[in-house]
């Protein structure tokens, strides 16, 4: 059983801190280069980047932090570590309310909008203030997943260190 624990630990840390890195990705030039295309070009780009998305390898990395944090949380109470079981337990709440339940109720209605726009029939001007509109708010809401995800590392980095 201590070594499931260390391993479910591991693959927590290993989740937790790849899902912080790809939201802070966004957060530190995502948004930022997409800022500086014409407000159609950058519509395409980022319809195309929410189209790509959806894969394989992004799946484990956005889903199963929160699962493999419960995991490890009842592992850690397995193996007698209360304070480990205490941070992993809250790493998964707050990653689960402030990764995926942001993204689905914000980040991804805000993307399926997007994607309805006809950048074929819509002039620069319109673009650009579709485009300002969609970045300001994403970005924003971006941010909330990037702090909070980084306040779930920090949660299982301490389970971590008191294992």
Do not use: H, K
Request: aromatic content about 14%.
């Amino acid at each position: 059983m201590a070594l499931l624990f260390r391993l479910s630990l591991s693959i927590s840390l290993i989740l937790v801190g790849g899902i912080f890195g790809f939201f802070y990705a966004y957060v530190a030039s995502g948004i930022n280069g997409l800022n500086t295309m014409a407000g159609v070009d950058a519509i395409n780009a980022m319809n195309a980047i929410n189209g790509a998305i959806r894969n394989p390898i992004f799946f484990p990395f956005f889903f199963l932090p929160p699962v493999v944090c419960f995991i490890a949380c009842a592992l850690a109470r397995v193996n007698m570590r209360p304070t480990s079981a205490i941070w992993l337990a809250l790493a998964g709440m707050i990653y689960l309310g402030g990764g995926i339940l942001i993204t689905m109720l914000v980040n991804v209605p805000m993307n399926e909008t997007l994607m309805l726009v006809d950048t074929v029939t819509i002039n620069a001007q319109q673009g650009d203030e579709i485009w300002d509109a969609y970045a300001r708010d994403w970005y924003f809401w971006n941010v909330w997943r990037t702090v909070l995800s980084g306040i779930a590392l920090i949660c299982v980095g301490n389970a971590f260190f008191r294992a």
